[in-house]
Nanobody, 121 residues
Framework: VQLQAYGGGLVQTGGSLRLSCAAS????????VGWFRQAAGKEREFVLG???????ASADSVKGRFTVSRVAAENTVYLQMNSLQPDDTAVYYC????????????????WGQGTQVTVSS
């Protein structure tokens, strides 16, 4: 399966964006999907994960602001980001988990190209 994240852009502090993670080659519906981000000069970090049964986990920094949803018919997972802050500026990636709901990067594969999110202050 190949994943592609898109929908990033430039937004002001307090604004919202919705990122999409589209899959091709195989259905994502049976897998947990994770969103990660990497800010300039920093390591990639877990943002939010979502299982096929609706379970989720999120980083403390995004709790209450970011949510994830899945549209099975579109084979797409969405990341809704609200109340964006400059610290949210990063390249965002989606990936498929090989071990269910996990916050650990090494448990994910099928990384797609990321999408840049920039939050201006």
């Amino acid at each position: 399966v190949q994943l592609q994240a898109y929908g990033g852009g430039l937004v002001q502090t307090g604004g919202s964006l919705r990122l999409s993670c589209a899959a091709s080659g195989r259905s994502l519906n049976a897998y947990a999907v994770g969103w990660f981000r990497q800010a300039a000069g920093k390591e990639r970090e877990f943002v939010l994960g979502f299982t096929s049964r609706g379970g989720s986990a999120s980083a403390d920094s995004v709790k209450g602001r970011f949510t994830v949803s899945r549209v099975a018919a579109e084979n797409t997972v969405y990341l809704q980001m609200n109340s964006l802050q400059p610290d949210d500026t990063a390249v965002y990636y989606c990936a498929r988990s090989t071990r269910g709901l996990s916050t650990v990067e090494k448990d994910y594969n099928s990384w797609g190209q990321g999408t840049q999110v920039t939050v201006s202050s």
